[in-house]
């Protein structure tokens, strides 16, 4: 399968945990976004990556959420002290440059009870 | 104003019938569009691309108005698998940031 992978599908933590969340996008594709999904809304834009550049990142919705593409192939979104409102599921895209529609992993689903 | 607003759905509609999904973006500078679709707890998976006035791909037309700032989505002779959210997509800053309406949501009937 070449599509975009993300580990794990599904997480349980406790409140206070740090997590991390993985995704391995399509190899060609040099833009990588992560979104956020909650039950009933669209998936809302956190951050960006052109390459191993992170070109996006004011709508990060909290500095207790990070991300990194190191070797601008695969990508780490990292959650500190989570909170219950961070449950929902995370979602990795990637795409080509310009204009071009973006591909989505199946998500991460994050419970923090 | 939202960047992208979508009817707020839910369309219950019997197989066969024909339905169609509005969408209005605030961002004059998008050149290109999407719809998506998102079964149940899943991804959302691309529908259609809209790069001029509009598309058609077998059941499915979608058309843009520019000078309106309008999208909409045609499903003619619905079937039971197409029940599913219907995302309205548009890119920002050429493809940066893909801006996602809150979706529709369709249900066809039996």
């Known amino acids: 399968d070449t599509g975009v992978s993300q580990d794990p599908r599904h997480k349980i933590t406790k409140r206070g945990q740090n997590v991390t969340f993985r995704c391995d996008p399509i190899?060609?594709?040099?833009?990588l976004y992560w979104y956020r999904q909650t039950l009933g809304q669209g998936p809302e834009f956190l951050t960006y990556f052109q390459n191993e550049a992170q070109l996006e990142k004011s709508r990060l919705l909290s500095d207790r959420f990070s991300a990194e593409r190191p070797k601008g192939s695969f990508s780490t979104l990292e959650i500190q002290r989570t909170e219950q409102g961070d449950s929902a599921m995370y979602l990795c895209a990637s795409s080509l440059a310009g204009q071009t529609e973006a591909f989505f992993g199946q998500g991460t689903r994050l419970t923090v009870v | 104003r939202k960047e992208v607003e979508q009817d707020p759905g839910p369309f219950n509609v019997p197989e066969g019938a024909t339905v169609a999904f509005n969408c209005t973006y605030s961002?004059?500078?998008?050149?290109?569009f999407f719809w998506y679709r998102q079964d149940c707890r899943k991804e959302p998976k691309l529908l259609m691309s809209?790069?001029?006035s509009g598309n058609e791909d077998g059941r499915f037309t979608a058309q843009l108005n520019r000078a309106s700032q309008y999208i909409s989505l045609l499903i003619r002779d619905s079937k039971l698998s197409d029940s599913a959210t219907y995302l309205c997509v548009v890119p920002h800053n050429y493809g940066q940031n893909f801006v996602f309406g809150p979706g529709t949501r369709l249900s066809v009937l039996p």
């Open positions: 809209v790069y001029s």
């Open positions: 190899s060609e594709h040099n833009r």
């Open positions: 961002n004059s500078a998008s050149q290109s």
